[in-house]
């Protein structure tokens, strides 16, 4: 019966159907109770305290008080209410103000790698990095990604523009033919879903940094591979 209605409920939240506090409380208590109604624990909690906000800011020694919850589960909503404080922080995500936020940005996340790794950042109109998608062929002299897998990233996140970053494990950031390569497959993808690709930075393991906006290649790469001007100038994609 219990599984029946965890689906049902599932539904409901998978549908983007109105529920009601205490049962979206129940539903974040299937992770604490596996096979367990967790429909009566989150009443008994919703009658101790006035909101779902107010649970998760609660105490364990008050949370455990509660009849049915238990320490383990009292753990399991303290950890939540803090993700939920981390959430509503300001300064939880990273926001590219100017381009030496981006070089710092980078240097942060692909120093100290011994393979290649590609990143591409998702920032929304406001410069801010909302998604992250990390690839690596685990060699340290090159890294592959496949033109459909950007595509899927993109599709799915939607952002406002992208930036491709990866690493050199030597020391000369300077791209390579198949960096080109991977460069306009990726300006193409994003001028078929109507993003800006804002730069496509390498940065070499003695802390160099190659930028292909700062070179002047990638305002060449738009032109080339801009879905318009293919499809005007009708050649074959």
Do not use: W
Request: charged fraction near 25%.
């Amino acid at each position: 019966m219990h599984e029946g209605h965890r689906q049902r409920m599932y539904e409901k939240l998978k549908n983007g159907d109105n529920l009601y506090e205490h049962e979206v409380l129940e539903i974040l208590l299937y992770n604490a109770y596996p096979r367990k109604n967790t429909n009566p624990i989150a009443h008994a909690l919703l009658e101790r305290f006035p909101s779902i906000a107010a649970v998760l800011e609660a105490d364990i020694d008050e949370l455990v008080s509660v009849e049915g919850v238990g320490e383990q589960t009292a753990l399991y909503l303290k950890c939540v209410g803090r993700c939920f404080g981390l959430f509503n922080r300001t300064d939880c995500f990273t926001i590219i103000k100017c381009r030496a936020d981006l070089c710092d940005f980078v240097k942060m996340r692909l120093g100290g790698h011994r393979v290649e790794v590609l990143e591409l950042y998702a920032l929304d109109k406001n410069g801010k990095i909302v998604r992250i998608k990390s690839y690596t062929s685990k060699e340290n002299d090159k890294v592959e990604v496949a033109p459909d897998e950007v595509m899927k990233f993109v599709s799915l996140v939607k952002p406002y523009s992208l930036v491709i970053a990866h690493n050199h494990t030597g020391d000369n950031p300077n791209p390579s033919r198949a960096d080109d390569e991977c460069t306009k497959q990726i300006q193409l993808v994003c001028s078929m879903n109507n993003v800006q690709l804002r730069d496509h930075l390498i940065y070499a393991g003695n802390g160099s940094m190659f930028s292909y906006y700062d070179s002047g290649r990638l305002i060449s790469i738009r032109e080339d591979f801009s879905i318009g001007n293919l499809l005007r100038d009708g050649k074959r994609i």
